[in-house]
């Protein structure tokens, strides 16, 4: 670990408003210093981390900054959307937004092993920001949003944002504005700059997206019952006080059916299971105990709502035995 990847034992804490000002302006000056008159580049997920970079690139370099978002198709309900409308329509960013949602699930058809979708997925994407980094002239940098646990854990769960893999010929300079910070202090920034309660206080999201949650092969007709029923939990979560609360809560479609009863006649449908849970790390997760009340109007909605499903169940297995995300 070099001297400039590890933080000084003085550094405070961002803890407020007015130390994320002194620690934003401070940036402003090293970024500006760092990127000259040159073009800098950044993979958007849509997550806190690469959102706060972008909000201070924007403010450090403006038009200098070429973000770049790609929608693999796996993402939430209204993501991207939210993406174009913070970053280029209020922030007035350079923003490329790359429709890249038929190539995912193109390659990903008929793949049901989930170390092969991750892998795809995974691949994928550097070969689309590959390409469009190709189009682009003038690039001599390249922004990410790594965090300090990163650089002390250098653990597996980033490896599907970054972009280390690419070509030699596009080997830029990094630009990395937060990586002595944790997730705590990038919020905090992220605050400061501007940026909406919803992506200052998202809760994490796995690199492959929907994808791991929709088991075994995707379809497209599955992918979507999975992306409205997690709408759907979402909103009832922030309309009672939980977002925010529950470190992580989402829905997940399996690839299997039973059997129902709709409008008088036998259907075959899907499940739709709900996963809430706590963790400080990670690493164990105690279950979330959602109000019955709130469940059963979760459910009703899900069930009145969402085509191709006819039931709704509630995961109570704590992480171990069973992992978070189900593949
Ligand atoms: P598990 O399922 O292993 O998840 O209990 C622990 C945490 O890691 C996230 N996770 C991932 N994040 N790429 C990511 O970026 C992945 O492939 C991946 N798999 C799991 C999971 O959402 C949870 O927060």
């Known amino acids: 670990m070099t001297s400039e990847n590890t933080r000084p034992a003085e550094m405070e804490r961002i803890t ?39 909000a201070l690139l924007i403010k450090a370099v403006g038009k200098q900054l070429v973000a770049v978002h790609v929608n693999h198709g796996l993402l939430r309900k209204g993501e991207s959307e939210q993406v174009i409308k913070v970053f280029r329509d209020q922030m007035k960013a350079n923003l490329i937004y790359v429709d890249a949602v038929d190539r995912f699930l193109d390659k990903l058809a008929g793949v049901a092993d989930p170390e092969q979708k991750r892998k795809i997925i995974g691949a994928e994407f ?24 990163d650089i002390l854990e250098s653990g597996p769960v980033k490896s599907h944002h970054n972009v280390g893999g690419l070509p030699e010929d596009l080997q ?31 809760q994490p999201f796995p690199g492959p997206g929907l994808g791991v949650r929709c088991t075994g092969a995707i379809t497209r ?24 609360k529950v470190w992580q809560y989402f829905t997940i479609v399996p690839d299997y059916k039973s059997t129902g009863v709709k409008d008088g006649k036998r259907c075959w449908d899907w499940p739709v299971i709900i996963r809430a849970v706590n963790t400080r790390d990670a690493m164990t997760a105690t279950i979330e105990e959602i109000p019955y009340p709130l469940l059963h109007h979760i459910t009703e909605r899900i069930l009145a709502e969402v085509p191709g499903v006819n039931r709704v169940l509630y995961d109570l297995s704590p992480k171990p035995v069973a992992t978070i995300e189900w593949e």
């Open 16 to 54: 407020t408003p007015e130390l994320a000002r002194k620690f934003i302006d401070a940036q402003i000056q090293a970024l500006r210093a760092q990127i000259g008159d040159k073009k800098v580049l950044l993979a958007m997920s849509g997550g806190v981390d690469s959102s706060v970079v972008a």
């Open 221 to 244: 007709d599955r992918l979507e019952a999975l992306r409205e029923s997690d709408a759907i939990l979402r909103e009832e979560f922030a309309r009672n006080g939980l977002e925010g």
């Open 126 to 149: 550097i070969r689309v920001f590959e390409e469009e980094a190709r189009k682009l002239d003038g690039i001599s940098f390249l922004a990410q949003g790594t965090i300090y646990p």
């Open 172 to 202: 830029f300079s990094l630009v990395e504005p937060v990586k002595l910070l944790f997730k705590d202090e990038v919020r905090v920034v992220g605050k400061e700059l501007g940026l909406p309660d919803s992506m200052v206080y998202r």
